[in-house]
């Protein structure tokens, strides 16, 4: 009998004995390092130790030695503040030892923090924020179903309480359109959230129903009954081409008859002389060692290949493209190396990220209007090592789903975000559709590139950066079409920057990027006419941004600078180009910070660019004032 059939095999009396054991120890330990600790999240996990250890013990595929193996099942705990019951079960299992776990939980330095992260290298992403460990595992069950083609499944620990979250819904609805049947969630309905009751209680038939009707398979168990939860946990098996949701009734803080089901122990750790007690009721410290399940052997089907010929398009000095169309073009030439993927907010046909389908519609994701998920799609696909590209309009993609990529920033993933239609520059469609906070966003997140370029070959090169850039690299992209200004072969590192007309007696830099970055150069055209020499500084990266050469260009030009963004002036381009300068020795600034300050209307893009005051011709008054 092979391994696979053993774990569906019917449970004997031995082995419940055997999980009923463990879900003791699990219950013990979780109390012992919260308790030691002096906070935590006791409660919450005593409530899920029998679902995990029935889990464990039974259905979990994992090689613990080897926790990259591809074939390894994967484990998220969607709420991650029951982190005791995710490090009970590493000690379980023989990877984390008892004095680590009961003495440096929560504590500075250790690795076992208050929320998992993949500094474990059991923990595929970061969790803590409700909500984004089950969308995040969508797209772990996609890379599973659609990329490796392996038989390895995707678990996911929820609370109830999360279940208000939309993302949740968003997650259930694109499992179910993908036909994920090797993703199971486990909600673990303990009744009691935070601050008392959740919405829903125990009222398990509606939670059925709304499971349901988001297209996934409701199981409503006794979250307790060690044999109901073993047969819900292999039901979810039998069901390939639809993911499962497993609605488990339990008890907040079960084991501990003083706090079971009582409002007011959420994140309070047992007092010694409760939990001493309470221990000893459970049988007292254990040392239970489990093996768990090795997963089947097997391949991924798309083998990396980071050194493809890739085939950049070109365009000609002069040529007027938008840099969206550019980045579609570039996207769809990386397509030659078979990890790159692409996902779509159902605005692709205007990313042209859509023509990505045409040259690789194996890799190609449409996550539709919900850009939460759109975003846990690509960190899940990265966990895989897929290098995913995500687009959608600027303002909607850093907007709506900031929180998971903040936490993507926490997980230290690698994802590649691409954002148009930025700035008053769109035009017509008016302020609700113009993102004019998102450099301002996206520079704040841990880890982050950003990237603004001005050209069609200055995008396509810097998508080709990303690709291989680690970490979250966010590309801003405008709707309008503009004129190629570099030609094909011209480098564009992260951290640099392109100098226009630089001379020896330089009297005003003017600074601009993407749009502004023409705005500036034809400003620049004009000062020449009056005779004023002003150099224009291409600030394609924001972030890393070239220290160097705008503290040179400061000595250069006796700190006269003008700075253009079509950004509000709040955390966007001048406020990289201060910082940059704060760090360094230079002259004495003078310098004029021209930036969207007013709420901005319809119009078309030339109007909207000089009501904000950042056109060609405020650009020029603004240097002649300097001067």
Known sequence: MTEHQEARAPMTAAQAGLIGRLAAQLRVDSIRCSTQAGSGHPTSSLSAADLMAVLLERHLRYDWDQPSL?????????????????????????????????????????????????????????????????????????????????????????????????????????AAYYKLGNLTAVVDVNRLGQNGPTELQWDMDRYARRVEAFGAHPLVIDGHDISAIDDALTSARSRPDQPTVILAKTIKGKGVPEIEDRNGWHGKALPKDMAERAVAALGGPGNLRITTTLPEQGTPEITPNPRAAISLPRWEVGDKVATRAAFGAAVSALAARPEIVVL?????????????????????????????????????????????????????????????????GVSQANIRLVGTHAGVEIGQDGPSQMALEDIAAMRAVHTSTVLYPADAPSTAQLIQTMADTPGISYLRATRGAYPVIYGPDEKFPLGGCKVHNAGPDDEVALIGAGVTLHECLTAAGELAEAGIRARVIDLYSIKPIDIETLRRTCFDTGGRIVIAEDHYPEGGIGSAVLEALASVNTPRLHLALLAVKALPTSGTPQELLDAAGISAHHITAAARSLL
């Open 70 to 174: 591809p074939t390894n099942d994967h484990l998220i705990f969607s709420k991650g503040h029951a982190s005791p019951l995710l490090y009970s079960m590493y000690r379980a299992v023989g990877v984390v030892e008892e004095d680590e776990l009961i003495h440096t939980y929560r504590q500075f330095g250790s690795r076992l923090q208050g929320h998992p992260t993949p500094l474990l290298p059991w923990v595929d992403v970061a969790t803590g924020s409700l909500g984004q460990g089950l969308p995040d595992a969508v797209g772990l069950a996609l890379a599973g179903r659609y990329l490796d083609r392996l038989p390895y499944r995707t678990w996911v620990l929820c609370g109830d309480s999360e279940l208000a979250e939309g993302s949740i819904w968003e997650a259930l609805d694109k």
């Open 344 to 408: 779509d907010g159902e605005v692709g046909n205007s990313t042209h990220a859509g023509e990505f389908k045409d040259a690789a519609p194996d890799r190609y994701f449409e996550m539709f209007i919900a850009e939460q998920q759109l975003i846990a799609s690509a960190i899940g696909l990265s966990v895989r090592g897929y290098i995913a590209f995500a687009a959608s309009f600027a303002a909607f993609l850093v907007s709506r789903p900031f929180d998971f990529i903040r936490m993507a």
